[in-house]
T-cell receptor, first 112, second 114 residues
Framework: NAGVTQTPKFQVLKTGQSMTLQCAQD?????MYWYRQDPGMGLRLIYY???????DKGEVPNGYNVSRLNKREFSLRLESAAPSQTSVYFC???????????FGDGTRLSIL | GQQLNQSPQSMFIQEGEDVSMNCTSS?????WLWYKQDPGEGPVLLIA?????ELTSNGRLTAQFGITRKDSFLNISASIPSDVGIYFC??????????????FGKGTLLTVNP
């Protein structure tokens, strides 16, 4: 009954460090997404993957990269973390692009 | 780009009261979704609406897709303490290359006093 699993749940980084956030879904969904959630800003799309083998930019892609490792897994990488990237990051998946999305429980990332 | 205005931003109510919140858009949507987020967790889908005028219930929750396709509302009847959380609306335009994009409202924070 896992759904969408994100690791780690919490992380503290220093400015300039790199980090990869992991996401896996067990619902056999084709599409996966990465969002960030900041106070007063709602959810903003960083990158998405419509299907295995494809990735595209969302609203706020700068400073991030993604990899769709296989159908189950979609990772988000911060190459050189900045304090402005302090946020809660959510991974989501859907059966296909545009279908209702199912979210993980988030990764709380602080960058000092 | 599309913008969603969700109101109210926050609500403080007594247990047993009914609640109503809504979202309006500057664009026409063909899907409206309502999510709830509990503290420390991710958003959970409550109701999905696909047709103008559609009215859908999920237990004590009822949501409607506005006739103009630019708005949606969510009602909660007979609120209970576990209704506490942030409620998000999200809308989607079916327009080819933008088919991926869900636009989220900024959320309504609901507090229920026992």
């Amino acid at each position: 009954n896992a759904g969408v699993t994100q690791t780690p749940k919490f992380q503290v980084l220093k400015t300039g460090q790199s980090m990869t956030l992991q996401c896996a879904q067990d619902m056999n969904h084709n599409s996966m997404y990465w969002y960030r959630q900041d106070p007063g800003m709602g959810l903003r799309l960083i990158y998405y993957s419509a299907s295995e083998g494809t990735t595209d930019k969302g609203e706020v892609p700068n400073g991030y990269n993604v990899s769709r490792l296989n159908k189950r897994e979609f990772s988000l990488r911060l190459e050189s973390a900045a304090p402005s990237q302090t946020s809660v990051y959510f991974c989501a998946s859907s059966e296909s692009i545009g279908q209702p999305q199912h979210f993980g429980d988030g990764t709380r990332l602080s960058i000092l | 780009g599309q913008q969603l205005n969700q109101s109210p931003q926050s609500m403080f109510i007594q247990e047993g009261e009914d609640v109503s919140m809504n979202c309006t858009s500057s664009s026409i949507f063909n899907t409206w979704l309502w999510y709830k987020q509990d503290p420390g967790e991710g958003p959970v889908l409550l109701i999905a609406l696909y047709k103008a005028g559609e009215l859908t219930s999920n237990g004590r929750l009822t949501a409607q897709f506005g006739i103009t396709r630019k708005d949606s509302f969510l009602n909660i009847s007979a609120s209970i303490p576990s209704d506490v959380g942030i409620y998000f609306c999200a809308g989607r335009i079916n327009s080819g290359g933008s088919n991926y994009k869900l636009t989220f409202g900024k959320g309504t924070l609901l507090t229920v006093n026992p």
